[in-house]
């Protein structure tokens, strides 16, 4: 199962959008996408990123609030072509996503910590820089038994190839 939503990071040139989805599994970042647009390409481009990483074989569910942008018909349809099944929140009920909000909670606390950026692109470079540099590969979780996400995947799937 896969979780996705969208913030927000202040920049002197407006706002910066940041979509990701996040793998239930083991914690990881496995799509994100970052635009000066909050629209339906945003979220698109965040699951196309996770499907190409993750290229799923059996059905995934894909678990959102009910903005616009996850009931639009292109990202219906693009789920679909992806053997990708939509799961939404109860209207206005944050708490449905709230491994996703975590995750939110834990960027602005780490590397947004109230500033304002100069640029979006210097956002874009920072956030880039902690989700694929720190949050992925060094960032321990409580669900992954202290370790990273992408040390908790390595340790899984080792075992599974020796079995």
């Not at 920049?11 to 989805?21: I, K, P, R």
């Not at 239930?24 to 990123?49: E, P």
């Not at 894909?62 to 009931?71: A, F, I, K, L, R």
């Not at 209207?91 to 834990?106: L, P």
Request: aromatic share 12%; net charge positive; with cysteine.
């Amino acid at each position: 199962m896969w979780v996705s939503d969208i913030t927000y990071i202040r920049t002197h040139e407006g706002f910066l959008y940041l979509a990701t989805v996040m793998d239930l599994f083991s914690r990881r970042i496995v799509g994100w996408s970052m635009d000066k647009n909050m629209d339906k390409q945003l979220v698109i481009n965040a699951l196309l990123m996770a499907v190409y990483q993750r290229q799923p074989k059996a059905e995934v569910i894909v678990h959102s609030d009910q903005g616009s942008q996850y009931g639009s018909s292109d990202y219906l349809a693009f789920m679909k072509a992806h053997n990708l099944t939509p799961s939404m929140s109860r209207r206005g009920n944050c708490h449905d996503n709230a491994v996703a909000e975590s995750f939110f909670a834990t960027i602005k606390k780490r590397i947004v910590k109230r500033n304002i950026y100069s640029t979006r692109n210097d956002a874009k470079a920072e956030i880039f820089n902690f989700i694929e540099m720190f949050y992925n590969l060094k960032n321990r979780h409580s669900h992954t038994g202290g370790v990273s996400p992408a040390k908790y995947e390595e340790t899984y799937f080792s075992k599974l190839e020796t079995v």
